[in-house]
């Protein structure tokens, strides 16, 4: 599959598509080969003050249109991104490495934030509120926050940048995008598609780089920028809210996971498996979502890691387009040595392997699915997100203690539990400090629900009907003396 037609090297600023001024640029990479794909235009502060001052210029115009016209130029961009569903799906499998129909699969899935968010632009209703005074009215009216910035990640880099775009631009916001530095180029696609849907100038912005600090800090530092979108890891989260404190940024956080999958011993054991395979090791456990830790009760451990094994042992590993894969490579070397470090911790603290433990014959950046079984309850490999195919799995005695284990961390975004009782599953979804409960369920995502995470996964919602109120504040006007 070609994805030439939808492959760019420019920063695109302003409608343009303009080189960097410094006229620098960085590679990108295949992760499965280590192929150079493209050399990409390497924005600096300068470049990014430039998307700033541009997105400022468009913001009334853009926020003065009626939502309906919003709506119709969104409804357009979804319609052509869509129409490209397979070279977008070539592109983004060729820079990140997710299998082709994965690939496709998370195309689709930001179209539908586009569409999803298109639709919502017309319902941004305000209230009319039973006054204090008879002679007044209350009126609240929503109006965009103004120009947001958002940063994103490489795991999902299609899906991540339409889930923030879609209900900015809904809400009347423009946005300057720094997308991460291993796979920019479906960002840059995604905003060719805009310009062609006709998205005015300015109204979408994308400066890609090679050192995210020094536009981050542009980005989350400037005066004209209202708020900044985030997805990442906590610890770059933290220096975003730092950095955003000086000009009192809204933020919305999206950051690290450490899914608990809790496994009763009333549960469809099949149904748990087939949940546990799905949760972890879509995109090769590089989700902040993916099932991190796997605790099953005592009488069913052995049952359910046999079944779980004998299923992970189907998967196959390879490159994007190669028939039937399941998992890809991870991003990069360092997400390679993530992985071999917590598996060792594990394995020394007395933890085996059912499946895999080791690097795959696939290439460097390619590691089999494993399942560490007797894992100590002290192994690193619990505390830490993996952000890899790596299925540590806990014994446990009762609910109370199930329920303590999902919540002894300071993470707070998924988590998934697996039982056929009702009692249980209603004191348990309200336990589980979570953001996100799957029951009986190992994929969660959909654009109609809310996304996000508590304690310290993040701040916000995205997707579903509350996504559009972190793009808008509220307005309060008394109208006196009628
Ligand atoms: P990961 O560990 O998944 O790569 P990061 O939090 O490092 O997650 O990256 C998420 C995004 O944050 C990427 O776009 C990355 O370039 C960006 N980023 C990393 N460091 C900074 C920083 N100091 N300021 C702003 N953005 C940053």
């Known amino acids: 599959m070609s994805f030439e037609q939808v492959l760019n090297k420019k920063a695109f600023i302003n409608g343009e598509w303009v080189d960097a001024k410094s006229g620098n640029t960085f590679a990108v990479t295949n992760p499965a080969t280590g192929d150079i794909v493209a050399n990409i235009a390497d924005c600096n502060a ?33 319609d052509i991104v869509m129409t490209h569903d397979e070279e977008l799906a070539a592109l983004l499998s ?71 775009a879609a209900p900015a631009l809904a809400a009347g916001c423009p946005i300057v995008i720094k997308p991460a530095e291993d796979t920019p180029l479906s960002a840059l696609a995604l905003a060719q598609m805009a310009k062609e849907a006709g998205v005015p100038d300015g109204v979408i912005n994308i400066v890609p780089t090679s050192t995210a600090q020094v536009v981050g800090d542009v980005l989350t530092t400037h005066n004209d920028v209202a708020k900044v979108s985030f997805t990442g890891s906590t610890d770059v989260g933290r220096i975003i809210m730092r950095n955003g404190a000086q000009t009192i940024k809204k933020l919305s956080l999206e950051l690290g996971g450490n899914a608990p999958f809790i496994v009763f011993d009333d549960a469809d054991i099949d149904r748990a498996v087939e949940g546990a395979v799905a949760s972890k090791y879509r995109n090769s456990g ?47 070397k360092k997400a390679v040595a993530k992985v071999e470090e917590l598996v060792g911790d594990a394995l020394e603290k007395g933890a085996s392997a059912t499946i895999g433990g080791r690097g795959s014959d696939k290439g460097e950046l390619f590691y089999e ?71 009986n369920e190992g994929v969660t995502s959909a654009v109609e629900a809310p996304f996000g995470g508590i ?27 009628l």
Not at 50 to 77: D, G, H, L, Y
Not at 98 to 127: M, N, S, V
Not at 380 to 403: N, Q, T, Y
């Open 369 to 439: 699915p494993t399942i560490l079984r007797d894992v100590s309850r002290d192994a690193r490999v619990l505390r830490e997100e993996i952000f890899g195919p790596v299925a540590p799995v806990i014994k446990f005695d009762d609910e109370a203690d199930a329920i303590a284990l999902a919540n002894d961390s300071e993470f707070g975004l998924a988590g998934y539990f697996f039982s056929n009782d009702l009692g249980r599953v209603w004191r348990v979804a309200e336990a589980i400090e979570c953001g996100i409960v799957g029951v």
């Open 94 to 164: 060729t820079e990140q490495g997710k299998p082709f129909a994965e690939a496709l699969g998370e195309i689709r899935y930001g179209a539908a934030y586009i569409e999803w968010f298109a639709e919502e632009a017309r319902r941004t209703y305000g209230d009319i509120v039973p006054s204090h005074k008879a002679d007044a009215r209350i009126l609240v009216m929503k109006q965009p926050v103004g120009v947001v910035a958002a940063i994103t990640p490489w795991n999902f880099p299609n899906a991540m940048i339409a889930r923030k």
């Open 46 to 78: 300068d470049d990014a003050q430039s998307a700033v001052a541009a997105a400022k210029a468009a913001f009334r115009p853009w926020a003065n249109k009626t939502a309906k016209e919003r709506c119709q130029i969104m409804r357009n961009w979804f």
């Open 455 to 481: 304690k310290q996964s993040g701040l916000g919602r995205e997707g579903s009907r509350y996504g559009l109120d972190d793009y808008l504040e509220l307005k309060y006007v008394l109208m006196g003396g």
């Open 286 to 332: 590089q989700t902040c979502v993916c099932a991190n830790r796997l605790y099953v009760q005592a009488g069913i451990y052995d049952e359910f890691v046999t079944k779980f094994s004998e299923k992970v042992a189907e998967l196959k590993v390879g490159g994007a387009f190669d028939h039937d894969v399941v998992l890809g490579p991870l991003i990069n």
